[in-house]
């Protein structure tokens, strides 16, 4: 079966500063990678997305991951963050190989705060 | 548009007790997935439903069912309730069967089950 670790279950950082947050998953097969956001008294949100195209995958909000197959690893980056980026983020894994039959396995999460 | 709905968004439930949450999915969209988040842990999947057949199942006992309805609306049941069932019950509902490139999962609000 799949997993997911996320690092860093808590970030403090100020505005304007570059942001990283780890995901390594284990697996053996090929798969989709996610990240999903939830913003303070909201529902997850999509983040961005990888279906084996572009390592490189862009999302909304200037967030980015990049994906490295031989570390097992999917870190979202921003360049520069903002107050309104404070929420909770997930890192998550769907088998290619089930068809998307197996649900998606989320990592625990990370607590991002942005001090004004 | 609206997204998916849960209802309801709270409940209090003693141990023993039954449980039954429901969930509608965005229009159009024919695959109804249900997660179960614990405090501090990232959502876990329970399963999945599409074109009202069960597709995939997650890791949980029997005591855990659930139906999808001619409408393609959803229950999920839970029998014999433990203290920890207590947890946030999340709907995800996607265009095609699982989480594909073109259908990601959109999330409800969730409903919040206490057992006491």
């Known amino acids: 079966a799949q997993s997911v670790s996320q690092h860093n279950h808590h970030v403090i950082l100020s505005e304007a500063a570059s942001l990283e947050l780890g995901c390594n998953y284990s697996?053996?097969?090929?798969?989709?990678l996610f990240w999903y956001v939830q913003y303070p008294g909201q529902h997850l949100q999509l983040l961005l997305k990888?279906?084996?195209?572009?390592?490189l995958v862009k999302g909304i909000k200037g967030f980015e991951a990049e994906f490295i197959k031989s570390k097992f690893s999917f870190n979202l980056r921003k360049p520069s963050v903002q107050w309104s980026d404070t929420a909770e983020y997930f890192c998550?894994?769907?088998?290619?190989?089930?068809?998307?039959?197996?649900?998606?396995?989320f990592g625990k999460g990370t607590h991002l705060i942005i001090q004004p | 548009d609206a997204g998916v709905t849960q209802s309801p968004t709270h409940l209090i439930k003693t141990r023993g007790q039954h449980v039954t949450l429901r969930c509608s999915p965005i229009?159009?969209?024919?695959?109804v997935s249900w997660y179960q988040q614990v405090l501090g842990q990232g959502p876990q999947f329970i399963f999945q439903y599409y074109e009202k057949e069960e597709r995939g199942r997650g890791n949980f006992p029997d005591r855990f069912s659930a139906r999808q309805f001619p409408n393609y609306s959803s229950e999920l049941n839970v029998n014999a309730l433990l203290l920890g069932d207590s947890a946030l019950y999340l709907c995800?509902?996607?265009?095609?069967?699982?989480?594909?490139?073109?259908?990601?999962?959109?999330f409800g609000n969730g409903t919040r089950l206490t057992v006491t």
């Open positions: 995800a509902s996607s265009v095609y069967r699982g989480s594909s490139y073109n259908s990601p999962l959109h």
């Open positions: 990888y279906f084996s195209e572009d390592p």
């Open positions: 998550a894994v769907n088998p290619v190989a089930g068809g998307g039959a197996d649900g998606l396995t």
């Open positions: 229009s159009g969209h024919k695959s």
């Open positions: 697996y053996g097969g090929t798969v989709n």
